[in-house]
């Protein structure tokens, strides 16, 4: 199977850090997406990673072990605008041309003041 | 600007009808994916269609049906036959490259 799993619910408090885990099972791994949802809106993207490392946009960064199937998104500087649902997606070969992804059941962050 | 169309954004339907949920896109892209999305989960796979006059199941196909005559249009039928309709629908497309999906804004569809 392609299972992908992330928490179900975080908190944190208003200007801290948090960390929200992807896991994900390694064969065919062609690249991992996470997108950011507010309720009732469509998903919107976030990052890309395809090779292993740390990918930094503003306050937001996204992490890649390819060998362990891990993924993280760090969340900076948090303001309660970020309250949402985070999705972690995962694009296995045989679907690049197609860009079929695989979602994972979403993580849904509540920052608090 | 580019970019997908999804209509209406509240539909209601009573039990035993089928309904179609539009999605249209003016990206030129040729991928189109049909997902719904339960309460407090992700998104599941209806179908996709990678070209015109082509179309695949995704992971939960029963009691859906798709078509697709044309690149820019990408229609969503639910029919009788689907148990549990109520859902929020999105729809996607897909060129290539690192920024995966354009999503649509969705439908939200009650069974009443």
């Known amino acids: 199977g392609q299972n992908i799993d992330q928490p179900t619910e975080m908190t944190a408090t208003e200007g801290a850090i948090v960390q929200i885990n992807c896991t994900y099972q390694t064969s065919g791994f062609n690249g991992l997406f996470w997108y950011q949802q507010h309720a009732g809106e469509a998903p919107t993207f976030l990052s890309y990673?395809?090779?292993?490392g740390l990918e930094e946009k503003g306050r937001f960064s996204s992490f890649l072990s390819r060998s362990k199937g891990y993924s993280y998104l760090l969340l900076k500087e948090l303001q309660m605008k970020d309250s949402a649902s985070y999705l972690c997606?995962?694009?296995?070969?045989?679907?690049?041309?197609?860009?079929?992804?695989?979602f994972g059941q979403g993580t849904t962050l509540q920052v608090k003041p | 600007d580019g970019g997908i169309t999804q209509s209406p954004k509240y539909l209601f339907r009573k039990e035993g009808q089928n309904v179609t949920l539009s999605c249209e896109q003016n990206?030129?892209?040729?991928?189109m994916y049909w997902y719904r999305q339960d309460p407090g989960q992700g998104l599941r796979l209806i179908y996709y269609?990678?070209?015109?006059?082509?179309?695949q199941k995704g992971d939960i196909a029963e009691g859906y049906s798709v078509s697709r005559e044309k690149k820019e249009s990408f229609p969503l039928t639910v029919t009788s036959a689907q148990k549990n309709p109520t859902a929020f629908y999105l729809c996607?497309?897909?060129?290539?490259?690192?920024?995966?999906?354009?999503f649509g804004s969705g439908t939200r569809l009650t069974v009443v």
């Open positions: 997606a995962v694009r296995f070969h045989g679907s690049s041309n197609t860009g079929k992804l695989i």
């Open positions: 990206l030129n892209h040729d991928a």
């Open positions: 996607a497309s897909y060129l290539s490259g690192v920024d995966g999906y354009t």
């Open positions: 269609s990678q070209i015109v006059n082509d179309f």
């Open positions: 990673n395809v090779l292993d």
